[in-house]
């Protein structure tokens, strides 16, 4: 995936190549072969768990489909920042998972926004 890929995206991947002739290393055929192929990068996913607990009560974040070795911008839950010190950051794989205290707010179902490296999902 190049560095400055878009999450979600679809991208173009080209190989050109010169032939040679048979059983000689150094003369050429004249013909190129060239492929294409759509390469997919996935939108990045979260899931907390549990999935429903209340205020004060600890809660994993699990992620992926990030960017590697990228911290964490925000996590907001119902627009409330409950960003950990210090911010976590994804592996080699743009995997992450960490803990986070659910804060006071508002009754019922709260919109979870995790923002890694510009890359939002909820």
């Given at each position: 995936m190049p560095s400055d890929a878009a999450i979600p995206s679809n991208n173009v991947v080209r190989a050109e190549f010169d032939l040679y002739v048979a059983n000689t290393a150094a003369t050429k055929s004249g013909t190129k072969a060239?492929?294409?192929?759509?390469?997919?990068?996935?939108?990045?996913?979260?899931?907390?768990?549990?999935?429903?607990?209340?205020?004060g009560s600890s809660i994993d974040v699990f992620g992926q489909g990030f960017r590697p070795f990228t911290a964490v911008n925000t996590l907001k839950v119902g627009g409330i920042d409950v960003t950990p010190s210090p911010k976590p950051a994804t592996n080699d794989q743009g995997r992450l998972l960490f803990t986070f205290i659910i804060p006071s707010a508002d009754i019922g179902i709260q919109t979870v926004e995790l923002d890694v490296g510009g890359f939002c999902c909820k």
């Open positions: 060239i492929t294409t192929v759509t390469h997919q990068i996935p939108p990045a996913t979260i899931r907390v768990e549990p999935s429903s607990a209340p205020v």
